[in-house]
């Protein structure tokens, strides 16, 4: 069975930071888009950022230049290195990955569990 798993949140002053980290795990031929959406409380599940098996990011206005998204396809795992947080990055942090599972030839889309993110002094 694919599945993700997220690691790295917790709770952190303001300008602070913070890595989280993201493995993919199963039996898996091929992973394409990975990616970092967040939702605060009260509001609806955004994009972070995403990047592309072979490197190029994308990332949302509000975490330019704070935050970094990396990948390394060996390991199936994708990064994000978040610095200078601020409150407004207080969320749930979700793993996302396009996936293509061995034996299948569907390309899915998969959701980590979320790992909480805090900022506050």
């Known amino acids: 069975q694919v599945r993700l798993v997220e690691s790295g949140g917790g709770l952190v002053q303001p300008g602070g930071s913070l890595r989280l980290s993201c493995a993919a795990s199963?039996?898996?031929?091929?992973?394409?888009?990975m990616g970092w959406y967040r939702q605060a409380p009260g509001k609806q599940r955004e994009l972070v950022a995403t990047?592309?098996?072979?490197?190029?990011?994308n990332y949302a206005d509000s975490v330019k230049g704070r935050f970094t998204i990396s990948r390394v396809n060996a390991w199936n795992t994708v990064y994000l290195q978040m610095n200078s947080l601020d409150a407004e990055d207080t969320a749930v942090y979700y793993c996302?990955?396009?996936?293509?599972?061995?034996?299948?030839?569907?390309?899915?889309?998969?959701w980590g569990q979320g790992t909480q993110v805090t900022v506050s002094s």
């Open positions: 996302n990955a396009n996936m293509r599972p061995m034996g299948s030839t569907r390309v899915g889309t998969y």
């Open positions: 199963g039996t898996i031929l091929s992973i394409y888009t």
């Open positions: 990047i592309t098996s072979d490197g190029s990011t």
